[in-house]
C-alpha cells in the first residue's frame, strides 16, 4: 500500500508498542534552549538519572538574549533573571556533556534557524524541542514537533517519547504564486481558512506544485507556523531540492555517505495515492499578500482587505472574538487594512529571520528611507545568517535606511529580552503570533511577511508590495 | 505525581475561546528555574486594569473563585506555545481540571504531565455549564475520572470520552521516565539496529 512521508517515518521510530497503547518513539535529535529547560535538567539532578544520548542533544541560547548591537565586545545580560537561566544552561550543558552554541560561538542562533543551517535537521529523522516552532524542521521531510518541559526530560532521560499516533492532513497548494505574494502569505492565507485549531491532533503535510516550487527556506517558514492551525507538526516531503540544501554542511554526511543517506531521503517523499486521514487543496493565483487585523493568527485578511465587522459575522463566538481583537488591537470595523499606521517594524524570529528573508526585505529598503514615525529593526536569525547578510552588503542597505541591524536571537518575536513594543505601540512582524501582549503587554502585532513588514517600514503603514516595481519579479522560479 | 481520581471545587467561568498560552502566563514569568510559585503570574495581563489594580470583572479576582480548581472556557484552549509554565501556573493557582470543547495539542500532553486533566465536552454541554455557572456562581463539580463523568449537586451530569491509557497514567499518577526505563532493553536494542553500534 502507498505510504505517505509521515508513515514512513513513524514507522521507522517506533521502539516498542502494547495494543491500545501509544508507541514509545525514538528521538533523533533533541534541541535545547535555555527556558523552556532548567526545570528537566533539575528534574534528572532530584533522580540521579543522566542523559542517554549527549552526542544526539545540541543546545543554544537564543530566548533571552539581548541583541543590541555589540561589535566585537563581549554579551552584557543585564536582566538577573535572563542571566541566571542562561548561566543554568551553560552548567547544565557542561554536567551533562551537551554541546552548546552559546552566544559566543560562531553558531548560535535560533534554534529552529540552526538546526537546518548545521545540517542536523535531516529528512526522515524525529526531531523535538522544548518549543512550539519545532514544526519549522518538516520543511527538510523530519517530522518535528514541540514539548514541554517534562517531556524534554523524559528525551533527556530515555531518548525516547510516549506518542499517540495523529492523523495526517494534506494541505494542497496547487498552482503557482503570483509575483508578490510570499511563503508567509502562504501559510497565513491557509489558517485564515482552516482556523488556529483546525490541524488540531493531526500532522500537516504542505504538497502540490506552489509547495514543490518553494525554496527551501520558503518551506522552513510555511511549516514554522503549522502550530498556528493547531498542528502536532508540518512536513513536506523531500526533493531534489532538499538534498542540495544538506550537501556541505557541517553536520550532514559526506563523501559516498552523503550519496546513500540522499537515496534513502528521497525514498521518503509520500508515495502517489497515499491516504492521508483529510485533505484541502488551495489555489495559489487566489493567495494575496497576508496582514492579521487580530489576536491570532487565524484573523487575517488581504492587504487591499478591511478589518472586519464583527457585527457581520454569522456565528456568535466569532462575533464575540472579534469583538474582544478590535477593541485591544484599536481598530475600527471597515477600516482599510493599507490605512492602519505603524510605529514600529520587526524584521525576525524563526519564522522569517533567513538570508533570503533577510534578501526579500533588503530589495525593497534600498535606496529607500524608513518613514520617520517608525523604528524598523532587523534581527538575523542565526551569527551565520548575519555574516551572509554582512557579507552581501544587507546590513549597509538597512542601516543607510535607518533601520536597525542587530545580533542574532529570538528578540521581539516573545519579548523575553528587552525588545518589547511598549503599550499601545503598534508593530508590522515577520513573526508569528499576533497573541495580546506577544511582543510587550499592550502592544499590537499585525502579522506580515518580510517583503511587506520592509514596505511598511518605508511608508509609515500597510501597502500593497505587488505594486511595488522591486516585487514585480515572479516569486517562484518554474521547476 | 499526584494521582488524579475524584476531584471536587468549585469551577470558574472563562468566557474565551482561543485561550493561548500567552494569556495564562506572559513571557516575564518564564525566566524561572523551577516549577512552583507561577500562580502569581496567572492571567497576569487579564487580572488586572490598565493602572495595575486587580481587575474586579476578572472571574478569578471575584472572591466566589479564589479557591477555584476547576476552569470552565471555550473552544481550543491553550494554543500557542509549548510553555510549561502554563499549566504550572494554573495548578500553583489551585486549578487541577480545565473543561473546554478542545485542547491544543502541546498543552493537554503538558496537563497530563503534571496530573492535571483536560477534559473535553461538546460545546452544547460546556455552554450549559456556563449558564449553569452563571445562575450559581461559586458552584461546585465533581469530576469522577474512573466512572468518566463529571456532574453538580444539582442533577446535572455528563459522561466524558477519554484514551483508556490516558486516563490509567492519570488515576495512578506514573511517573513516565520511570516505566519508560523499564524498557530500556528495548531501547538499546533500537539503537543497535539502526546505528549498527
Not at chain 1, 30 to 37: F, K, N, P, Q
Not at chain 1, 60 to 76: A, E, I, K
Not at chain 1, 301 to 317: E, I, M, Q, W
Not at chain 2, 56 to 72: E, G, R, S, T, V
Request: charged share 25%.
Amino acid at each position: 500500500m502507498a505510504r505517505t512521508l509521515f508513515d514512513k517515518i513513524w514507522e521507522r521510530h517506533v521502539v516498542a508498542q502494547a495494543a491500545g497503547r501509544p508507541a514509545l518513539l525514538y528521538i533523533d535529535l533533541h534541541l535545547i534552549h535555555e527556558v523552556t529547560s532548567p526545570q528537566a535538567f533539575e528534574g534528572l539532578r532530584a533522580n540521579g538519572r543522566r542523559v542517554r544520548r549527549p552526542d544526539r542533544t545540541f543546545a543554544t541560547m537564543d530566548h533571552d538574549v539581548p541583541t543590541d548591537p555589540r561589535g566585537n565586545g563581549p554579551l552584557r545580560v543585564l536582566d538577573t533573571l535572563a542571566r541566571q537561566q542562561l548561566e543554568a544552561l551553560a552548567a547544565n550543558c557542561r554536567e551533562f556533556g551537551i554541546e552548546l552554541f552559546d552566544v559566543e560561538r560562531p553558531e548560535q542562533g535560533i534554534v529552529h534557524v540552526i538546526g537546518p543551517e548545521l545540517g542536523l535537521t535531516q529528512p526522515g529523522r524525529t526531531i523535538v524541542c522544548g518549543d512550539s516552532h519545532t514544526s519549522t524542521h518538516g520543511a527538510l521531510g523530519a517530522l518535528a514537533f514541540g514539548i514541554g518541559t517534562s517531556e524534554v526530560e523524559h528525551v533527556l532521560a530515555t531518548q525516547c517519547l510516549w506518542q499517540a499516533r495523529p492523523k495526517s492532513l494534506e494541505l494542497r497548494v496547487e498552482g503557482r504564486l503570483p509575483a508578490g505574494v510570499s511563503a508567509k502569505d502562504i501559510i497565513l492565507h491557509i489558517i485564515g481558512r482552516i482556523g488556529t485549531g483546525g490541524a488540531t491532533g493531526h500532522v500537516i503535510e504542505y504538497t502540490g506544485e506552489a509547495v514543490r516550487a518553494l525554496s527551501m527556506e520558503q518551506r522552513m517558514t510555511v511549516c514554522n507556523m503549522s502550530i498556528e492551525a493547531g498542528a502536532r507538526a508540518g512536513m513536506i516531503s523531500p526533493n531534489a531540492r532538499t538534498v542540495e540544501y544538506l550537501r556541505g554542511r557541517r553536520y550532514a554526511p559526506a563523501g559516498t555517505a552523503f550519496d546513500r543517506a540522499a537515496a534513502d531521503w528521497l525514498a521518503l517523499a509520500s508515495e502517489p495515492g497515499a491516504a492521508h486521514d483529510a485533505s484541502r487543496v488551495f489555489d495559489a493565483a487566489e493567495i494575496q499578500p497576508q496582514v492579521t487585523w487580530g489576536t491570532n493568527p487565524g484573523m487575517v485578511a488581504p492587504v487591499t482587505g478591511r478589518v472586519p465587522d464583527p457585527a457581520a459575522l454569522p456565528d456568535a463566538a466569532a462575533r464575540k472574538a472579534a469583538e474582544l481583537a478590535l477593541t485591544y488591537m484599536g481598530l475600527e470595523p471597515g477600516t482599510r487594512i493599507e490605512s492602519i499606521a505603524l510605529d514600529r517594524v520587526f524584521i525576525g524570529s524563526c519564522t522569517n529571520a533567513r538570508l533570503e528573508d533577510l534578501q526579500a526585505a533588503a530589495r525593497i529598503v534600498r535606496g529607500r528611507r524608513a518613514s520617520p514615525r517608525v523604528r524598523a529593526m532587523v534581527v538575523p536569525g542565526s551569527k551565520q545568517v548575519k555574516a551572509a547578510a554582512e557579507h552581501l552588503g544587507l546590513d549597509r542597505i538597512f542601516r543607510d535606511a535607518g533601520f536597525e541591524w542587530r545580533e542574532p536571537g529570538c528578540s521581539m518575536c516573545l519579548g523575553m529580552n528587552p525588545d518589547t513594543l511598549r503599550p499601545g505601540e503598534r508593530c508590522a512582524s515577520t513573526s508569528n503570533r499576533n497573541f495580546e501582549g506577544r511582543q510587550g503587554a499592550g502592544g499590537r502585532t499585525h502579522l506580515v511577511s518580510p517583503e511587506m513588514a520592509a514596505a511598511a517600514a518605508i511608508a509609515g503603514h500597510f501597502v500593497d508590495i505587488r505594486e511595488w516595481p522591486e516585487a514585480a519579479r515572479p516569486a517562484q522560479e518554474k521547476r | 505525581m499526584e494521582p488524579f481520581t475524584q476531584l471536587r471545587g468549585v469551577v470558574a467561568p472563562l468566557d474565551r475561546a482561543n485561550v493561548d498560552t500567552d494569556q495564562i502566563i506572559p513571557k516575564q514569568f518564564l525566566k524561572v528555574v523551577r516549577r512552583t510559585g507561577l500562580g502569581e503570574g496567572l492571567f497576569y495581563d487579564w487580572r488586572r486594569l490598565a493602572d495595575g489594580r486587580p481587575d474586579p470583572a476578572f472571574p478569578l479576582n471575584q472572591p466566589a473563585y479564589a479557591h477555584a480548581k476547576i476552569l470552565l472556557a471555550r473552544e481550543n484552549f491553550g494554543c500557542g506555545s509549548s510553555r510549561e509554565h502554563a499549566p504550572w501556573a494554573l495548578l500553583d493557582f489551585g486549578i487541577r481540571a480545565i473543561i473546554a470543547p478542545s485542547f491544543a495539542d502541546i498543552f493537554a500532553n503538558n496537563c497530563g504531565q503534571n496530573g492535571m486533566l483536560s477534559l473535553p465536552l461538546p460545546a452544547a454541554q460546556v455552554e450549559q455549564l456556563f449558564q449553569n455557572v452563571a445562575a450559581r456562581p461559586g458552584m461546585e463539580l465533581l469530576i469522577d475520572l474512573p466512572a468518566r463523568r463529571v456532574s453538580d449537586d444539582a442533577g446535572w451530569s455528563a459522561e466524558f470520552a477519554m484514551d483508556p491509557y490516558r486516563q490509567q497514567r492519570l488515576i495512578e499518577g506514573l511517573d513516565d521516565i520511570a516505566l519508560t526505563l523499564r524498557q530500556a532493553a528495548d531501547i538499546s536494542a533500537y539503537e543497535k539496529q539502526h546505528e549498527g553500534a
